[in-house]
């Protein structure tokens, strides 16, 4: 008679810890879900407020550019690309107010930073071109060596080390002119 009290008391603690477990799973299970509706809820209010303040923002500073924007409603998309745009933006507005001697100042040292970015990567590749000259050129000593030893008959090792030099030929070929 213990021995089944027992047993039915642990029995019955199982019992009641996995209902109460499973009770608990599934209500923070939708709690979790409310939660993440109402997270997104606010996350779309907020998008749309920034939108809203955003797009009042550009038709107050460059009314300009907001008024080529809002026909078509991408007033509204602006702040999605403000970040990017925005040197763009100010740059407008400096044509609009200073004139186009301002404007075109702008555009000179815009210019002027994309060609000394454009002489950087130039001697870049230049000196990786280099690099890879002098590597190949060591591959095709080692494999015209390679093919002069390795095979028996001279007809052979000319046609082998012919096609080597040739797809050597080829690859020169290949860079442009600028950066032989």
């Avoid at 407020?49 to 008024?67: F, G």
């Avoid at 190949?136 to 080597?164: D, P, S």
């Amino acid at each position: 008679m213990l021995f089944s009290v027992a047993g039915r008391a642990t029995t019955n603690t199982l019992i009641s810890g996995r209902i109460a477990q499973n009770i608990a799973q599934k209500s923070s299970f939708f709690i979790g879900i409310r939660g993440s509706i109402i997270g997104k809820a606010l996350l779309a209010g907020g998008m749309a407020e920034r939108c809203i303040y955003t797009s009042r923002r550009l038709q107050s500073h460059v009314p300009e550019v907001y008024n080529a924007l809002r026909p078509h409603n991408y007033a509204l998309l602006y702040f999605l690309l403000e970040p990017a745009l925005q040197p763009f933006v100010e740059a407008l507005r400096v044509r609009w107010t200073n004139g186009t001697s301002a404007f075109n100042q702008i555009l000179d040292a815009v210019d002027n930073e994309f060609k000394k970015d454009n002489a950087k990567c130039e001697t870049v590749i230049r000196t990786l071109l280099h690099y890879l000259g002098s590597l190949l050129g060591t591959l095709v000593f080692l494999l015209c060596a390679y093919w002069f030893f390795h095979f028996e008959t001279w007809t052979e090792r000319g046609v082998y080390i012919g096609l080597t030099l040739l797809a050597v030929y080829i690859l020169i070929k290949l860079v442009p002119k600028k950066y032989r």
